[in-house]
Nanobody, 122 residues
Framework: VQLQASGGGLVQTGDSLRLSCAAS????????MGWFRQAPGKEREFVAGITRTPSTYHADSVKGRFTISRDNAKNTVYLQMNSLKPEDTAVYYC?????????????????WGQGTLVTVSS
């Protein structure tokens, strides 16, 4: 199983980015997916999750600015990030859960991508 995250970069406050996470080696449509982020010196933080149904959930810190979605035909989950702020700066990770759900806790997830760095300058 591989999860390949991409789309990070250096942007300015207020800009947008779309992260992608391409999955292989699993039946993607059966998995719940999550996006997490980790800033330097901080714990890994839940950002958004999407079930296999799909239903979605976004952390309060990103609600209204970020949107998670999935394309099962492409085995890919996305995180559209708008109105970016410096506090969004972090390495962003995607994760897959075999139960088809999502969790705000990082520990239940079965597979993780390598992370993609998002840096938002002020």
């Amino acid at each position: 199983v591989q999860l390949q995250a991409s789309g990070g970069g250096l942007v300015q406050t207020g800009d947008s980015l779309r992260l992608s996470c391409a999955a292989s080696g699993l039946t993607f449509s059966r998995y719940g997916m999550g996006w997490f982020r980790q800033a330097p010196g901080k714990e890994r933080e839940f950002v958004a999750g999407i079930t296999r149904t799909p239903s979605t959930y976004h952390a309060d810190s990103v609600k209204g600015r970020f949107t998670i979605s999935r394309d099962n035909a492409k085995n890919t989950v996305y995180l559209q990030m708008n109105s970016l702020k410096p506090e969004d700066t972090a390495v962003y990770y995607c994760a897959a859960d075999a139960s088809g759900s999502y969790y705000t806790d990082y520990r239940p997830y079965d597979y993780w991508g390598q992370g993609t760095l998002v840096t938002v300058s002020s």
